[in-house]
Antibody, heavy 118, light 111 residues
C-alpha cells in the first residue's frame, strides 16, 4: 500500500545536527512532491516547504531557510530533512507528507519526534 | 503568510452536527479552490478528510462535508460520533513563495 515511513525519534544537544528520513513505497516516488510539516509540542501544523522529487529543487517557507535542508535519494525513494545548529525551539514532531495533484497532503508519514535538550 | 483562523474549540452531542470555520484572505482561501481539511487524533499523524473545498477521499465518511464562501471555508460533521473527537486543521494553497498555509486548529469535543 501507499505509505511513508519515517526514521525514529532523536534526542540531540543544542548546536548538533539531525537528519530525518522519509521512505516512500507503493507509488512512483518522482510523481508527487514531498512536503515537510512541523508540529511543536501542543501547537498546530506549520508548513516548512517542499522538494520536487523529479528535479530535486527545494522550496523553503519563511522561517525555514538557512539551517534546514531538504534532499533526496531517488534510488531508495527517500526524502530527507536535515536541521543544523539545533536550538531548543526546534523541538517538535516533523512530518513528511505527499502532495497530491489537488494540492492536498494525501499521505503522511508517522512523524519523527526531535528533542533538543542539554 | 499568516495562519488561517479557526475557532479554538467546538463541541456537540452525539448525533448532532457541528461546523468549523476557516477564515483566510483573498490570497489564499478566497483565491483558490485548494482548501483541504485534516483530522488529527492525539499522538497520530494528520489524515486528509476533504480536498478541493468539498471533495472526500475514498474511505472518508460522508458525514464529513466541506464548503466555501468568499474567504471562509467550512467543515461540517453531521451525525457526530465519539470517534470524531480530534483536532481539525484546514489548509489552503496560496500561490506565493509560502505555497501552503495551515489553520490554527480546532479541537472538537463530543459531549
Amino acid at each position: 500500500q501507499v505509505q511513508l515511513v519515517q526514521s525514529g525519534s532523536e534526542l540531540k544537544k543544542p548546536g548538533a545536527s539531525v537528519k530525518v528520513s522519509c521512505k516512500a513505497s507503493g507509488y512512483t516516488f518522482s510523481t508527487y512532491g514531498m512536503n515537510w510539516v512541523r508540529q511543536a509540542p501542543g501547537q498546530g501544523l506549520e508548513w516548512m516547504g517542499w522538494i520536487n522529487t523529479n528535479t530535486g529543487n527545494p522550496t523553503y517557507a519563511q522561517g525555514f531557510t538557512g539551517r534546514f535542508v531538504f534532499s533526496l535519494d531517488t534510488s531508495v525513494s527517500t526524502a530527507y530533512l536535515q536541521i543544523s545548529s539545533l536550538k531548543a525551539e526546534d523541538t517538535a514532531v516533523y512530518y513528511c507528507a505527499r502532495v497530491s495533484g489537488a494540492d492536498a497532503f494525501d499521505i503522511w508519514g508517522q512523524g519523527t519526534m526531535v528533542t533538543v535538550s542539554s | 503568510q499568516s495562519a488561517l483562523t479557526q475557532p479554538a474549540s467546538v463541541s456537540g452531542s452525539p448525533g448532532q452536527s457541528i461546523t468549523i470555520s476557516c477564515t483566510g484572505t483573498s490570497s489564499d482561501v478566497g483565491g483558490y479552490n485548494y482548501v483541504s481539511w485534516y483530522q488529527q487524533h492525539p499522538g497520530k499523524a494528520p489524515k486528509l478528510m476533504i480536498y478541493e473545498v468539498s471533495n472526500r477521499p475514498s474511505g472518508v465518511s460522508n458525514r464529513f462535508s466541506g464548503s466555501k464562501s468568499g474567504n471562509t471555508a467550512s467543515l461540517t460533521i453531521s451525525g457526530l460520533q465519539a470517534e470524531d473527537e480530534a483536532d481539525y486543521y484546514c489548509s489552503s494553497y496560496t500561490g506565493s513563495s509560502t505555497l501552503y498555509v495551515f489553520g490554527t486548529g480546532t479541537k472538537v469535543t463530543v459531549l
